[in-house]
């Protein structure tokens, strides 16, 4: 699980693009949207299409991801759980 | 109501961001695409807040910011834009993921942030600026088409400031494109000095040039915008006669024009246009151009508005600039007219305030 | 204010004549289909407000030469254009001081999204570069008509084409132009396919404005162009007035990128902004024709706005026509200017379609009838990305 969460935190760091910004800043219970890192319902599309180009998860209702994506933990238990790749 | 400059921020291929105007200017003629130099970004917004930000956002929101702060104005009464091409560096990116992925696995930063309207939206964000927010985009005349609509709206009162701005980006696919179509100088040719070039093709360059236009003169005034006039098609044996009827609607001859700025730019197949105005009736009028600094682009005039003003107030004109070796004693009328590859013409008068 | 409308043309979905159109519209006949102009692989998900007719169809139309470079988005906005002429009884163009004020979000990307990589290999496609962007539109629009003058585009993603209506008022008001073209033209493009799609706010089956299961819009293509003149050309010419522009305004959101805010402040703000202009109230509305692309957010917060402005219990008949002709970006609010137009000529409210459950929010009931009654003003609102908010309001009179 630690291993996925180091993964996770590098991937959103390059797919959002989020220079001057490293893994070990990123707490795991950290919250992701709002406040925290700061991100918005458009970095959480791109997430969804992280989902499902790397761990094979399709999502059809963007309002689930608010659930899913509200912190390092809560993301890498959902993928554990529903991961097909 | 009368409508001044009174704020310029200026991001281009010369350092024009900062310090006095054309103290580093210089010329490079082994370049048939000219490079951005840079502003210090991180002066002006956090790399998270730049994360989705092309060159286009990130340079109109430095221009803009430089120019507002010139004028101390902090909500302007309408944003209004003019790009050619729009944020192009997204759209190519987009446009190569849909065919290289077959339309699967892709993301929608890069869409949203290709709409044409996104820098005026994102000045818009940075200022909670709830005002007018209008983006023209037609080809050369979308700077001016900017210029146009602030002034209308100072003049009917719509707004007593208005911020207006022309950007442009160039992408590697994009040049690549452009050098096949004949846009750009073959790179074979290997140097290319801008007057006097025999061939056909310009070199490109990309920037951004920002304006406040307001309806009061303040310490920070440059200049007064007479006029601005667009046309799709002129031919050329009339130019000249549409350019005495725009000065005649502003009760002015070619003798009170003191300054020509030209939007020439080496290509050989349309300077015949320039020279209907610079070898004619303008012979004797001091004569500038810019394009060999800025580089061409749809809204590179809104550079050479950048090079009027500040001609216009410090009421010198560098060397570097000079396109012939007239001069006069003050400038005190200046006209600028540009067109590209035959289209759009604009004609922009400015005046000492 | 007050500028008058002399002429109007259109192509959509659903008819390639202004009647076509209307009639289209009364008969609830809406022409939302699956895709068959562009291949892609969203074919079965998604449907679209199609033109049915193909590139080389449009081109025989408009008697274009075998080699020429225009894109569908300029063959479309052509072909609207060149109706609105005829249609305003214009036979020297040139005869005054006139204008073409245009809007895309497309531009040329139709035409060259299919060559990204082929113009390194195939010479006769290179053409084609000229043609990608949003003043080439526009330049053959003015070629068509043979406009030589005022030319200019106006983009701000789907609320371009009521901005392009606003500068032309304002101009004629302001005694810059005699007359003006305005509108707006988009045609469907696997680059605006793929970008709605991947914000998630396409519908799989037919688009459902202000129900409370809306599930997203329906794309479609369109073009629509008004003649706008000053009173001077009405008189000299003695022409027909259709309608009149009588008030308008533009503000923006400042929210978010692509979604609108909770309270619609800038759709409140430019409605606002529309009834000063005009020295109208909101009880002089007869009718509201909606943004209503039936995303989950955009019929929340125009909803809001509306409900700001016309106090929840007092908001007038009103309905999306998108449910007709798909959500046609630039071209929307051109193509639902002539709707508006056409609805105080005959009296008419077009029906929402496909409503079923209302709002849970707010109490709003769209007209899903069609209903005949006096239509003295209409106002009509189209938001775009980037927080652009924009409300135009016609008047019979």
Redesign the interface.
């Known amino acids: 699980m630690d291993a996925l969460k180091q993964e996770l935190k590098e991937k959103i760091i390059a797919v959002l693009n989020l220079e001057d910004v490293s893994a070990s800043d990123i707490n795991n219970t950290d919250p992701l949207f709002g406040e925290g890192l700061g991100l ?3 970095d959480a ?1 791109e997430l ?2 992280l989902l499902d180009k790397d761990y094979g998860i399709k999502l059809t ?2 309002k689930e991801g608010k659930n899913i994506f509200q912190s390092i933990d809560t993301m890498a238990d959902y993928i554990t759980a529903n991961r097909t790749k | 109501m009368k409508t001044y400059i009174n704020g310029i921020g200026c991001v281009s291929a010369q350092q024009t961001f900062e310090g006095e105007f054309a103290a580093t200017f210089a010329t490079n003629e082994n370049l048939n695409v000219l490079p951005i130099v840079a502003p210090p970004y991180k002066d002006y917004f956090s790399p998270i807040a730049a994360r989705r930000m092309s060159k286009a956002v990130k340079n109109g929101i430095v221009a803009s910011t430089i120019a507002l702060d010139e004028a101390k104005l902090q909500m302007p009464g309408a ?1 209004i834009t003019g790009t ?3 944020c192009i560096e997204d ?1 190519d990116k ?3 993921a ?2 290289d992925n ?3 696995f ?3 930063t890069s ?2 942030q ?5 820098v ?3 000045i ?2 940075g ?16 700077f001016e ?1 900017a210029l146009l ?1 602030g002034k ?1 709206q100072i ?2 009162g719509e707004a007593n400031s208005v911020l207006i701005g022309g950007i442009e980006e160039m992408t590697d696919y994009t040049a ?3 050098k ?2 004949g ?1 750009i100088k073959k790179d074979e040719e290997g140097t290319f000095p801008m007057l006097g070039s025999k061939t056909s093709g310009t070199v490109f360059g990309e920037g951004a040039a920002f304006f406040v236009l307001e309806n009061q003169k303040s310490d920070s005034t440059y200049a007064e915008v007479k006029d601005v006039e ?5 031919a050329a044996e009339i130019l000249q006669l549409k350019v005495f009827d725009f000065l005649a609607a502003n009760n002015l001859t070619v003798a009170d024009i003191d300054l020509l700025v030209t939007g020439i730019n080496g290509d050989a197949h349309f300077s015949n246009y320039y020279e209907e105005l610079t070898q004619k009736q303008f012979a004797g009028t001091p004569q500038v151009y810019y394009k060999h600094l800025s580089g061409e682009y ?1 809204t590179a005039s809104a550079f050479g508005l950048y090079v009027g003003a500040n001609i216009i107030r410090s009421q010198q004109i560098p060397g570097i600039l000079k396109s012939n070796d007239q001069s006069r004693p003050a400038y005190k009328n200046i006209l600028l007219y540009n067109q590209y590859r035959g ?2 013409h604009s004609f922009t008068l400015i005046s000492q305030a | 204010m007050r500028v008058a409308i002399t002429g109007m043309g259109i192509i959509s979905a659903i008819g390639n004549s202004v009647e076509e159109n209307f009639d289209a519209l009364v008969s609830g006949r809406k022409a939302i289909t699956d895709i068959a102009n562009i291949p ?3 074919a079965n998900v998604i449907k679209v407000g199609e033109i049915k007719k193909t590139n080389d169809e449009l081109a025989t139309e408009l008697g274009l030469s075998a080699d020429n470079n225009y894109s569908r988005t300029a063959m479309l906005g052509a072909i609207a254009a060149k109706q609105a002429v005829e249609n305003a009884g214009i036979s020297d163009i040139n005869q005054y001081k006139t204008g ?1 004020i245009s809007a ?2 497309v ?1 040329g ?1 139709d035409t060259t ?1 299919k060559h ?2 082929d ?2 290999n195939d010479e006769n496609l ?1 053409k084609y ?2 043609a ?5 539109v ?2 053959k629009i ?1 070629e068509t008509i043979g ?11 789907c609320s371009s084409a009521a ?1 392009a209506i606003m ?1 032309g008022a ?2 004629i ?2 005694g ?1 132009l005699d007359r003006v073209v305005v509108g707006g033209t988009d045609a469907l493009a ?2 605006t396919i ?2 709605f ?4 706010i396409l519908t799989d089956g037919y688009n459902t404005p202000f129900d409370d299961n809306r599930k997203g819009l329906n794309l479609g293509e369109a073009a629509a162009f008004l003649v706008l003149e000053s009173d001077k050309v009405v008189k000299e010419q003695n022409k027909k007035v259709l309608a009149y522009v009588s008030g308008f305004g ?10 609108s805010s909770e309270n619609g ?2 759709a409140f ?1 430019a409605m606002e902004k529309a009834f000063k202009l005009a020295n109208l109230k909101p009880s002089d509305i007869d009718y509201i024709n909606m943004h209503g692309t039936a995303t989950p957010n955009n019929d929340l917060s125009e909803g809001r706005a509306v409900i700001r402005i016309f106090g929840e219990e007092n908001v007038p008949d009103f309905s999306s026509t998108k449910a007709f002709t798909g959500h046609t970006l630039a071209a929307a609010a051109a193509i639902e200017a002539v709707y508006s137009v056409l609805a105080m000529q005959n009296g008419v409210v077009y029906p929402n379609l496909n409503f079923e459950t209302p709002m849970q929010e707010f109490h709003l009931i769209p007209q899903t009838e069609i209903k005949h009654k006096k239509i003295e003003h209409v106002l009509s609102n189209s938001f ?5 908010c924009s409300t135009v309001i016609f008047s019979k009179n």
């Not at chain 3, 533009?250 to 979604?259: G, P, S």
């Open positions: 918005d319902s458009i599309l969804i299409v209702d963007p | 944003i050619g091409m729009g759209s987009f446009l190569k849909i065919i077959k339309e699967e892709l993301t929608p869409f949203i290709s709409t044409h309207n996104t005026a939206a994102q818009a964000l200022l909670q600026c709830k005002a007018y927010n209008f983006t023209y985009v037609n080809a050369a005349v979308s088409s609509d209308l003049e009917e690549s494109l452009f096949l179509a846009f667009i046309n799709n098609e002129i749809n289209l759009d | 892609t692989v969203h073409l895309t979000s531009g990307m999204e990204y990589y113009y390194f290179v570069i000229a990608h962007d949003g003043g080439d526009a330049q003015a406009l030589k003058g005022f030319v200019t585009t106006i983009s701000t993603a901005n500068l304002r101009l008001n302001a810059k696997k680059f793929n970008g799609k991947t914000l998630m533009n503000a923006n959101d400042a929210f978010h990128q692509t979604a402040e800038g703000l775009g990305f980037g927080g652009n």
